[in-house]
């Protein structure tokens, strides 16, 4: 038999290089992929959950705000869940961009419709949702409407109240401001539908329900698990949004 020219051996030992060399690479490739996918899955629910929340937290305030500004008196409730507006009388609505304050006589605004911000519980849940109500000066009242729904004022950062809950409305008699804290929870997805059960924003570990507590870097409290502590695992997102408003009117 003749034998195989030199460059063709070399040629057989190159593939051979070649091949073990691919071989390696891939499956370097293949143990980091599923690492870097879990990575980037976690990643995309938890800011989905954030958002979330944010969401729905920032819309009930959102919501508030022009009526709040307007608004020619308030009343809070004991607990600071209840809110109450007394309004100027207005020709039209105040939707409408054409619509003016009415005053009497002497040049002073009429009182017009009354409008409540309540928070409800949910029944068999821990949070609950905000609504409004409005009632005319006729004694008419509409059909309360919803506002914010997955709300915990329980995890509100303001300081707890005399009556040993967490407020979500606040009024200055001296700055004649009003303010407003919700903060709502958003579940994270899940890792194979992603989808949310909507489930009350309970420690994982332990299955208890989340508190806020105060710590030395946070006087204003974070929110965790009571036995747990800092190495809480939270089945859902906590947002919290926060605004002070000036009541213009009297």
């Known amino acids: 038999m003749r034998p195989l020219p030199a460059f063709r051996k070399l040629s057989r030992g190159v593939m051979l290089a070649e091949f073990a060399m691919s071989c390696a690479i891939g499956g370097l490739v293949l143990s980091v992929l599923p690492a ?3 990575a980037s899955t976690k990643l995309y629910r938890r800011e989905t959950s954030e958002i979330g929340a944010r969401e729905r937290a920032e819309l009930g305030i959102v919501r508030m705000k022009k009526e709040l500004r307007n608004a020619r008196s308030t009343s809070i409730s004991s607990d600071g869940r209840t809110l109450t507006l007394v309004l100027p009388a207005i020709s039209g609505t105040w939707s409408s961009s054409q619509s003016m304050a009415i005053f009497d006589s002497q040049g002073q605004l009429i009182n017009g419709d009354q ?3 309540y928070f409800q519980s949910d029944s068999g849940s821990t949070g609950g949702s905000l609504f409004r ?3 005319h000066p006729g004694g008419s009242t509409e059909s309360p409407r ?3 729904q997955r709300a915990y004022p329980q995890l509100n950062p303001l300081v707890t109240g005399g009556s040993g809950t967490r407020p979500m409305f606040a009024y200055d008699s001296a700055k004649r401001t009003v303010t407003v804290t ?3 929870a958003e579940e994270r997805l899940s890792n194979s539908t992603f989808e949310t059960k909507m489930g009350d924003p309970i420690c994982t570990r332990h299955g208890t329900a989340l508190v806020r507590v105060a710590t030395e870097s946070c ?3 974070v929110v965790r698990c009571s036995q747990c502590g800092a190495s809480t695992v939270a089945s859902s997102e906590v947002a919290t949004y926060q605004a002070t408003l000036l009541l213009r009117n009297r």
């Open 115 to 117: 409008v409540q911000y």
């Open 219 to 221: 006087p204003e409290g």
């Open 146 to 148: 919803l506002v914010a």
């Open 182 to 184: 919700v903060t709502a």
């Open 36 to 38: 870097f996918y879990l």
């Open 133 to 135: 109500q409005v009632t």
